[in-house]
T-cell receptor, first 118, second 114 residues
Framework: KAGVTQTPRYLIKTRGQQVTLSCSPISGHRSVSWYQQTPGQGLQFLFEYFSETQRNKGNFPGRFSGRQFSNSRSEMNVSTLELGDSALYLC?????????????????FGQGTRLTVV | AQSVTQLGSHVSVSEGALVLLRCNYSSSVPPYLFWYVQYPNQGLQLLLKYTSAATLVKGINGFEAEFKKSETSFHLTKPSAHMSDAAEYFCAVSGGGTASKLTFGTGTRLQVTL
């Protein structure tokens, strides 16, 4: 079974641009969550999607958005990039998360997308 | 609200020595607790998880952790460190119930020396 796939692995963008990151969950997993990892703030939850609906949202500005498609693949978008958005963005998939009444709580992470804003 | 505190941002042990990485949690609901490992330029790999079954949890690569409610702790141990264990380790908590999101600690970088 293939793992969580994130593309691209590396990105370099200029301040003010926008970026779209992609995540394909493990086959059969319908929940996708996104996390931002920085040296200063550590790992922080961005949002969770299940069945194309956002279920939970972290404390990030509206420049950060996401969506999920009917095949469970997810994208996150960051608009008007700032230097502080430079980070490793991690995607995690779950099969049957508690947010949907399930009991499976194991999250599988992708290798991440390293975004550098210059 | 939930939180996790990892004591010690850096831990250094000799190869063959005991590994002990500390994690204390705070949760208003029965917690689900996890330990993840991250190698350089990689994502997170689950080592083990506690989901209210046995309090002593065994994971991959010889790691185990014990859930102690009275101490609100979930420390990670391994009897004998190997060079390949050098990595960053994260403790995380989720609230169970309808909350799927993970709240992570700040991480502990484990160094293994000869």
């Amino acid at each position: 079974k293939a793992g969580v796939t994130q593309t691209p692995r590396y990105l370099i963008k200029t301040r003010g641009q926008q970026v779209t990151l992609s995540c394909s969950p493990i086959s059969g997993h319908r929940s996708v969550s996104w996390y931002q990892q920085t040296p200063g703030q550590g790992l922080q939850f961005l949002f969770e999607y299940f069945s194309e609906t956002q279920r939970n949202k972290g404390n990030f500005p509206g420049r950060f958005s996401g969506r999920q498609f009917s095949n469970s693949r997810s994208e996150m978008n960051v608009s008007t990039l700032e230097l502080g958005d430079s980070a490793l963005y991690l995607c995690a998939s779950q099969q049957n998360p508690p947010s949907t009444g399930g009991m499976n709580t194991e999250a599988f992470f992708g290798q991440g997308t390293r975004l550098t804003v210059v | 609200a939930q939180s996790v505190t990892q004591l010690g941002s850096h831990v250094s042990v000799s190869e063959g020595a005991l590994v002990l990485l500390r994690c204390n949690y705070s949760s208003s609901v029965p917690p689900y607790l996890f330990w993840y490992v991250q190698y350089p330029n990689q994502g997170l790999q689950l080592l083990l998880k506690y989901t209210s079954a046995a309090t002593l949890v065994k994971g991959i690569n010889g790691f185990e952790a014990e859930f102690k409610k009275s101490e609100t702790s979930f420390h990670l141990t391994k009897p004998s460190a190997h060079m390949s264990d050098a990595a960053e380790y994260f403790c995380a908590v989720s609230g169970g119930g309808t909350a799927s999101k993970l709240t992570f600690g700040t991480g502990t970088r484990l160094q293994v020396t000869l």
